[in-house]
């Protein structure tokens, strides 16, 4: 399957590696390096994820403290990643 990153996703990517960059840019490095790892896995093993808290999503846990959320569509063959949040933070917001 394709994965795909809709702009809001791409944001909270963009966010989180800003902000870790700001303290170490290795680090952040890394943890891109790791979203990037973990969203390429679900091009092949879709269903790696657990099912999500928001219905017809799945979320896989790349790192302790990140969420990634996605949606698989089988019609389109391709899995959308949603947004990637922050484990500490309220999910989906209110």
Do not use: C
Not at 6 to 16: F, K, T
Not at 56 to 68: A, K, M, V
Request: hydrophobic share 45%; glycine share 4%; aromatic share 8%.
């Amino acid at each position: 399957m394709k994965v795909r990153w809709i702009a809001a996703a791409r944001q909270d990517r963009a966010d989180i590696i800003d902000y870790i960059a700001d303290e170490n840019p290795h680090a952040a490095l890394k943890m891109d390096q790791l979203f990037s790892d973990a969203a390429k896995q679900l091009g092949d093993f879709p269903t790696l994820g657990r099912l999500g808290i928001v219905p017809g999503t799945r979320e896989l846990i790349p790192h302790e403290n990140y969420r990634l959320v996605y949606e698989v569509d089988e019609a389109k063959n391709t899995v959308w990643v949603m947004a990637l949040v922050h484990t500490a933070r309220q999910w989906p917001s209110r």
